[in-house]
C-alpha cells in the first residue's frame, strides 16, 4: 500500500467518524422536515481532497444507523449526501459553485423521503423548500467560516 493510498483512507475515515459524532451529538435538529444538520457542514471537504466523498457517504450511513433513522432514509439520505459530495468534488474549482449539488440532491431526495417513510404530511414543495433552508443554513456558515 501506498503513502497516499494510506493518507486516503485515513481522511476518509476522519471524515466518516466526524460526520457520525456532529449527527448523532444533535440529533433533535438532525432529523425531521427542518432538519438542520452540523454534520453537513463537512460536505465542503470534497473541495480539498476526494477522500471526502466516501467519507462523507459512510459517515451519513452510520449517522443515519446510530441517529435512528428508518431504512428508506439511511439510504436514500446517504445516497443524497454521496451525490452531493461528489457533484461538490466535481466543482471543486470553482468554491462558489460548491454549494449547489449538496444542497439540490438533499432538497430533492430527502423530501420524498420525510414524506414516505416518516408519513410528515407537509407538501413536497414545502419540504423541498425547508430541507434546502436548512442546507443554505450550514453552507452559508461553512463559506463564512473558510472563504
Given at each position: 500500500m501506498t503513502k497516499k493510498y494510506i493518507t486516503n483512507i485515513t481522511q476518509g475515515a476522519v471524515i466518516a467518524a466526524l460526520y457520525v459524532v456532529l449527527t448523532v451529538l444533535f440529533v433533535p435538529i438532525s432529523f425531521g422536515a427542518m432538519q438542520i444538520r452540523f454534520s453537513e457542514m463537512l460536505t465542503v471537504l470534497p473541495m480539498f481532497t476526494?477522500?471526502?466523498?466516501?467519507?462523507?457517504?459512510?459517515?451519513?450511513l452510520l449517522g443515519n444507523i446510530l441517529g435512528g433513522a428508518v431504512i428508506w432514509d439511511t439510504?436514500?439520505?446517504?445516497?443524497?449526501?454521496?451525490?452531493?459530495?461528489?457533484?461538490?468534488?466535481?466543482?471543486?474549482?470553482?468554491r462558489w459553485l460548491t454549494p449547489i449539488p449538496t444542497i439540490a440532491a438533499n432538497a430533492v431526495i430527502v423530501p420524498f423521503v420525510l414524506r414516505y417513510a416518516?408519513?410528515?404530511?407537509?407538501?413536497?414543495?414545502?419540504?423541498?423548500?425547508?430541507?434546502?433552508?436548512?442546507?443554505?443554513?450550514?453552507?452559508?456558515?461553512?463559506?463564512?467560516?473558510?472563504?
Open positions: 476526494p477522500a471526502a466523498v466516501p467519507g462523507l457517504f459512510i459517515g451519513c439510504v436514500f439520505g446517504s445516497l443524497a449526501t454521496l451525490i452531493g459530495a461528489f457533484g461538490c468534488y466535481l466543482l471543486r474549482k470553482n416518516y408519513e410528515v404530511t407537509i407538501a413536497i414543495p414545502l419540504l423541498m423548500q425547508y430541507v434546502m433552508i436548512g442546507e443554505v443554513i450550514i453552507w452559508e456558515k461553512c463559506l463564512y467560516r473558510f472563504f
